[in-house]
């Protein structure tokens, strides 16, 4: 009952009380006082665009890997295991290298040709 | 020698690899696949020779293990890798067909380069303990494929393969991802030995753990094709340039088994859930059966078939699995071991096939079984090998597909014995019985049909290198077809 | 090596030569007749020394665990089955000579010997795993065979159902085979070793119940294999549409696989299994002889009547087996041999027919007796030797089967009234074949053309099987007395 009650009282409350308001066409457009938008809202990109981007989020990432190794890097050091933990990160940023060669070679990083 | 530096050596190579395609003159730059090939030879030989006997269970961090299965595994991943570099090299002209013609931008390089990543890969999962490193090594191999399999750009085909490949895969990643949290929620570790003390407890929830388990054999077995996860295989098979069908159905299937094998079997040794576990891969084992061998029949397309035969592959290699965790009742090679074996001939016979495959793909440009009409009288030596390779894909006595089944058989039926699942052996023979029937249309297309008119009997041109990899796998699948002992020893 | 290892792997040897380059049909012929010299120094040996043990062992060990060895040796079975196959071989390779329209014919020659030395393998292996691989080394090249160089219109299906069959077949024989070895073999150490498997008389470490569930997969298997009613349907026609060499080798020679093996491992190894199904045995081979006897007086093509004789007198074999004595099996040994020669000579002389004739519809020929008169003769011999008339050594292995049915027999036991239902089996195979002969050679020449007689290089092998069917048949003492100590373990 209740629940039924409450229900209908809501939405009849909502019909009463939830007029909208006028329309025009300032009003529906997105930005009621801004410029107004020119063109599709979803324009093409180049797709050097997208490889730009996807280069950058890889080598962020990757950079990012490298804060926790050089925090704890210490207490490596301590326990007498730097060598270790110095050439797998030479290794890593070895393949990071290849990696950025590869891309800078190929041309992915010129955004002339 | 550690054994780590087996995988820190096949990166390097591909490094190398990757540095000759950037900087290397036109010239030197064929000799990729070349330094590929002589690079995975020698990493072999260390891993033969200078690596410590694999008796022993080295373990590092607790997260990378050195025993007999890993040195095996990492052994078939860099021969599966060395005949697909071969096979790559074949497959070249097509290659370029569906690229570009111009050496440098058809990427021919980096399709030599890749498989060594995806190699480096497969021998990291052959050493995984470790359900985290089981996962970062089954993504560096996965993404190797997502490109491997959608490089013939100008394709249609492969495109398509490509993107099924790249959405159903990262879907089963969700699910073992997943799979991993709920197991390691449950116990509270992602070491695979502390699990299986953690699940031999008492105390255990069975219905997480279960779910835990259903989830993880979802991941994995999209890897290794089992039904219901195996909705990718044929298009993406099909769709796949042949040295990548070959390299999918052989490395990362087997790569997938051994991870398979540690993760169940974990699960199977807990009491508390052994009997509804083995029930779910009984059930998943006969839908594999069934599926794999009829879907089979109908296949026009080779790739197809034989992508519907690896399904069937698959549903023969899991019968063994039941017997996990009931050591010491099984006579002859334990469950490990068949599976193993059986895996091992399995690429050898599956890479023979795709290696004459690739040769009659460059001549004839067809991949249905057309193509392989009069192949009995344009090329003799090509028919023979390609009716070995078949042959023991079928099983039949006196090759490696045989004593690999046989095995298989061998300890299904004392499973049934034990526990009365006859239903399994049941439809394992109906499947190998199909089997023949599917097979034996590869031979009949490459012997009785075509008649080929006196100016067509020209030989195949095959490269010299691919006609010595044909020749020793030839060589191979006989040999063990009649001394199983040297590779059985390898997996016991 | 020994002797029987070179006579298998001679053989093998020629047709990987022939595939090397070598000339086919030589090398064939070389083979071929060193086999056959060979088989019969293997023969005279064993007659010398008596065919209770086995003899010219060899083995190497592949594996250890489960213990597997590649092994050869021969007792008097194996020794006169070795004989047939050599035989039969020599005759196969010596009669292929028409057939070879298509191709090369190195497929042909290659095919043509890896069946016999399958056959070979299968029938000297000491080893079970090895028994039953030879045997399936066979499927591959008579599925090309049937397919490439067979004749009629049915050719592609028939060879699809012979291999479907056969593979089907093979794979429930594996089946019981690796259930037999898991539960016989003794504990802790795993063995394909037929003779480490044979339990010590008396005490068998099966129970009844047992025994008689892996038995049955073994009956069934090496039912298909033998064209056991109602697993039959797939010889006749595939008979009819093999090559000739095919036909002879596959009826005389391949089929006997799974009576062998019968004899070899599931009686003595499944003696209670076998009492369980022995009614079921028995109703089945009388299928064979009396259904399958009435199919084959209806034939209406002398290719097809011949095939569906072959099936038929399997049940003769299965009576023999069933008879569980060693006269019973000494005469079904005796009659696998007298059938495999009878069988292959008509084969022979049938794909001589069809090569000359452009029908093998029995009612369309005729009178051609007057033409070929040696064809005429040789092949009344034959069909009279089909039959089981006394001085052929198929009357004698039949007599020797019925007899022996009747040994211990105190009263009629189902076996017996099995044996006298059997025996009408005789009837209907003087009727079919009397009356196939009459038509096609005697009477009115129905056409015009008249056919030549038999060629020369046929002639020899003809009158070798003729030969060695009537020198059994009046001393099958030579065969019979190296079989009977055999079977001591019932």
Redesign the interface.
Known sequence: MIATGFAVTTLLLSVALGKSARRNKIKDSPYECGMLPIGESQPRFSVKFYLVAMLFVIFDIEVVFMYPWALTFRDFLARDQAAMVFWSMSGFVGILLVAYLYALKKGALSWES | MLPYYLE?CV?VLG?LM??ME??AGRRSRAKIAMVGVAGLGVIFALLMFAVCSPGEDLQYWGIYHFDKWAAFYKGLALISTLLVLVMAREFAPVFKHYTSQDEEKSGIGEFYCLPIFVCSGLMWMASAKDLVTIFVSLELVTMGFYVLVAFMRRNVGSLEAGVKYLILGALSTGFLVYGIAWTFGVSGTFNLEELSVVLAGDDIPSAPVMFAFALLIAGIGFKIAVVPFQIWVPDVYQGAAMPVTAYLSVASKAAGFIVFLRVVDPFLAAPSIREPAIYLMVFVTCATLIYGNLAAIAQKNIKRLLAYSSIAHAGFLLMALPALGAAGTI???GPESAISFYLAGYLLMTLLCFLVLTVVRVATNGEDLTALEGL??RS?FLA?AM?VGV?SLAG???TVG?FGK?FL??IA??NA?QNGLWIV?FLA?LG??TG??YY?KI??AM??EGSVSEGEVTGLKVGRLAMLAIILLVVAVFFFG????PL?GLTL | MTIIDLIIIIPILAAVAIGCGGSARVLALAAAWANLLLGLVVFVTLVAKGGDEMHFKSSWVLLHSPELTLGFAVDGMSGVLVLLTVIVTFCAVRVSSGDLGKGSGKLYYISLLLIAAGALGAFCATDLFFFYAFHELALIPTFLMIGIYGNGREKVATAWKITIYLGVGSLILLGGLIALYVSLSPPGAPTFDIAKLAPSPGEHPLSAEVQKWIFLPLLVGFGILVSLFPFHSWAAPAYAAAPTPVAMLHAGVLKKFGLYGMLRVAMPLLPEGFEAWKGLLLVLLLGNILYVGLVTISQRYLDRMIGNSSVMHMGYIFLGIACCNSIGWGGAVLMMFAHGISIALLFALCGSLRERLDTLEISRLGGLGGSMPFLAVTFGFAAFASIGLPGFANFASEITIFFAAFKDAGEMGILQVATILALWGVVISAVYMLRAYRSIFQGELIGERYPADLAQSMRLPVVLMIVILLLTGFFPNIILKLLPNLFEVL
């Open positions: 820190i990166v490094s990757l540095c950037l900087f006579a002859g090679p009995g009288k003799p023979f009716l042959a039949i006595p006196l045989f046989f058989f061998n039926i004392q014995m052996v023979v190998a019985a023949f029937y034996f031979i009949r012997y009785w009649i001394f199983p002992a059985l």
